[in-house]
């Protein structure tokens, strides 16, 4: 992961700076052995600029054990944000980064950014003629900044295989939930996703590249009875029967969750399912009837139906795919 010491970190951008270490840097070896390695990677010397307090608030200059000679030896490159000078004034990013993420690139490194790291994987050339998105208060400087790059501002994250951008703040756990998702398969995210007391994915409330990415819910009256409509998903569960058990009528849960979700309840429970289904495909040799009713799709042909419609391939490729990867 990419750290610019020497332009100086401002403290809101900890968060974005503390996501890719939360994610990656501990390691979860009871969830899958080998974790991930993860290396703060400097671009520079980090000496304090003299107008450090001017340009960062009250922030800080963070030194790292390694250089931005190692990121050429790395599987994945993380820019997590860019200084405000270099979205909003046009400062330049340092030359030496954006030679170094090209030199990633080129050696094979997948190349991920989280919110304004975008601009970053922009001037490098990496995006041009992509699909990308950064946080929604910069996405129009992005567009107009580097006219190649076909920038979304509607979706929390997009992945275009090797190369992955996403929205601000909480939609770079998003992504990087989705990178473990990848790597390491669905029921691996969710156990961790539960260690952080996040959802393992939230549904977007518009066409996005990924169908299964994240929105959380801060409606404490809903928190409780989406938790129990995860454990009963194998149940025929209706909008009036999670009403009730919320407490609300019909139409005041569909409006509260769509509020808290982006999405409809009906659509939030086919999410639910698809992500239990995936879970059951990776870690279990069930036949595809079972896991259709335990997932609460119904018959092997309605959850081949949504397997192909929303992931893309057959619960059988899924399985044989992620098989393939874990051997």
């Not at 170094?100 to 050339?125: H, I, K, N, P, Q």
């Not at 929604?136 to 951008?165: F, I, N």
Request: charged residues 25%.
């Amino acid at each position: 992961m990419v750290v610019t010491e020497e332009i100086g970190l401002p403290s809101w951008d900890l968060y974005e700076l503390s996501i890719p270490c939360t994610v990656f840097g501990k390691a979860q070896s009871d969830l899958a052995d080998p974790w991930y390695e993860l290396m703060l990677c400097g671009t520079g010397e980090g000496e304090r600029p003299k107008d450090a307090d001017a340009a960062t608030g009250p922030g800080l200059v963070l030194r790292t054990g390694h250089g931005l000679d190692d990121l050429v030896r790395a599987d994945t490159v993380i820019v997590p944000s860019v200084p405000d000078a270099c979205v909003e004034e046009g400062k330049p990013l340092p030359e030496a980064l954006i030679l170094a993420l090209r030199r990633a690139y080129d050696a094979g490194a997948r190349m991920v950014s989280l919110c304004t790291g975008a601009f970053a994987l922009a001037e490098a050339g990496l995006l041009d003629g992509r699909p990308a998105t950064a946080h929604w208060q910069h996405t129009a400087q992005l567009a107009e900044r580097y006219p190649k790059v076909r920038v979304d501002d509607s979706v929390l994250y997009v992945d275009d295989g090797d190369v992955l951008t996403s929205a601000g703040l909480t939609a770079g756990l998003d992504l990087c939930l989705h990178l473990v998702r990848r790597d390491l398969g669905a029921h691996v995210a969710n156990q961790l996703a539960r260690r952080m007391v996040v959802p393992a994915h939230r549904p977007g409330g518009q066409a996005q590249f990924i169908d299964l990415s994240v929105p959380a819910t801060d409606d404490d009256a809903l928190a409780p009875v989406l938790d129990w409509a995860r454990s009963h998903l194998d149940r025929p569960l209706t909008v009036r029967d999670l009403a009730l058990r919320a407490a609300m009528s019909p139409r005041t849960f569909y409006r509260r969750l769509q509020a808290a979700t982006g999405t409809t309840p009906l659509q939030w429970l086919l999410t639910q399912r698809l992500g239990r289904a995936q879970s059951l495909l990776e870690s279990t040799d069930l036949p595809i009837e079972k896991i259709g009713e335990l997932s609460g799709l119904g018959t092997a042909n309605n959850l081949r139906h949504h397997f192909l419609r929303h992931i893309g391939v057959s619960p059988s490729e899924y399985r044989r795919a992620w098989r393939q990867t874990v051997c």
